[in-house]
């Protein structure tokens, strides 16, 4: 049964980075779009970024204005976000996702996610 699990997060102050991982397993991924959507308190779900299987990445910029990275690793089956400069307005819980597609991902349309890792940035 495939399986997305998030690592990483934690509490961090204002102006420190984190790195969140996210493993997949129970089958490969190589072929799928992956990407990272956080929600926060009172919120709805937003997209961050995602990667496409060839490696082309779509950003949020309203969500992220050139302070996060994301990126893949097929041989480890992960993706990861490096997450620069955080602000407390990006408290929350963040989420990893996989489909077939990139814009399968954007619509969530036979969408794997994880099961979120809590980021809680502190002013």
């Known amino acids: 049964q495939a399986q997305l699990v998030e690592s990483g997060g934690g509490l961090v102050q204002a102006g420190g980075s984190l790195r969140l991982s996210c493993a997949a397993s129970?089958?490969?991924?190589?072929?799928?779009?992956m990407g990272w959507f956080r929600q926060a308190p009172g919120k709805e779900r937003e997209f961050v970024a995602l990667?496409?299987?060839?490696?082309?990445?779509?950003n949020s910029e309203d969500a992220v204005k050139g302070r996060f990275t994301i990126s893949r690793d097929n041989a480890k089956n992960t993706v990861f976000l490096q997450m620069n400069s955080l602000k407390p307005e990006d408290t929350a819980v963040y989420y990893c996702?996989?489909?077939?597609?990139?814009?399968?991902?954007?619509?969530?349309?036979?969408?794997?996610w994880g099961q979120g890792t809590q980021v809680t940035v502190s002013s």
């Open positions: 129970g089958r490969t991924f190589t072929n799928y779009a």
């Open positions: 990667i496409s299987a060839s490696g082309r990445i779509i």
């Open positions: 996702a996989a489909a077939p597609t990139t814009m399968a991902l954007q619509r969530n349309l036979d969408t794997y």
